[in-house]
T-cell receptor, first 116, second 116 residues
Framework: QQQVKQSPQSLIVQKGGISIINCAYENTAFDYFPWYQQFPGKGPALLIAIRPDVSEKKEGRFTISFNKSAKQFSLHIMDSQPGDSATYFCAASYSGAVWCAGKSTFGDGTTLTVKP | DTAVSQTPKYLVTQMGNDKSIKCEQNLGHDTMYWYKQDSKKFLKIMFSYNNKELIINETVPNRFSPKSPDKAHLNLHINSLELGDSAVYFC???????????????FGPGTRLTVL
């Protein structure tokens, strides 16, 4: 059972355009929703994260929109640049429960290509 | 200063061999993880290890065993390697806030394992 579903699998955007990646989750116990960015040959790195008590979080050109009732969240990249070309993973995790300490469930990833 | 380091970066071995991958973090984190990333870039958690408590993903074969000599190290030992074990393995760490998991994970650079 896949707990976090991510779409699209791949995305091609022109420079300056908006990139949008969507994720949906099932388990309402999740309370931390990060997005990770991975460049080829590197490990994933945290890009931006949100907790369900807010509906939106913005950091520079990156924004997470969160819809708790729909159990969906999305990453928006404004003014997309070729340097943003990477694989993006959404994730969902629990907090405060020792038995599942640190367990995060990742989406399947979206490969973003920003064309110059 | 490397926050999470792994050795080796590349590992090529024959089927049936036993191998280990080492991981060290200098962030003072309480929780460490091992992930497997397959050729389709799907990222799956294998283990998390927190304050000597091991949480295992039940889908991981028992040929895989994590070993933690101290809080800063979590090594991955693999017995009787199979072709399907070929993947990139990532180590990660995170810090627990008291009573709540902060859960930003810091990933290592990965170890590309190729089983022939």
């Amino acid at each position: 059972q896949q707990q976090v579903k991510q779409s699209p699998q791949s995305l091609i955007v022109q420079k300056g355009g908006i990139s949008i990646i969507n994720c949906a989750y099932e388990n309402t116990a999740f309370d931390y929703f990060p997005w990770y960015q991975q460049f080829p040959g590197k490990g994933p790195a945290l890009l931006i994260a949100i907790r369900p008590d807010v509906s939106e979080k913005k950091e520079g050109r990156f924004t997470i929109s969160f819809n708790k009732s729909a159990k969906q969240f999305s990453l928006h990249i404004m003014d997309s640049q070729p340097g943003d070309s990477a694989t993006y993973f959404c994730a969902a995790s629990y907090s405060g429960a020792v038995w599942c300490a640190g367990k995060s469930t990742f989406g399947d990833g979206t490969t973003l290509t920003v064309k110059p | 200063d490397t926050a999470v380091s792994q050795t080796p970066k590349y590992l090529v071995t024959q089927m049936g061999n036993d191998k280990s991958i080492k991981c060290e973090q200098n962030l003072g984190h309480d929780t460490m993880y091992w992930y497997k990333q397959d050729s389709k870039k799907f990222l799956k958690i294998m283990f998390s290890y927190n304050n000597k408590e091991l949480i295992i993903n039940e889908t991981v074969p028992n040929r895989f065993s994590p070993k933690s000599p101290d809080k800063a190290h979590l090594n991955l030992h693999i017995n009787s390697l199979e072709l399907g074990d070929s993947a990139v393995y990532f180590c990660a760490s995170s810090q627990d806030e008291e009573g709540e998991l902060y859960n930003e994970q810091f990933f290592g650079p990965g170890t590309r394992l190729t089983v022939l």
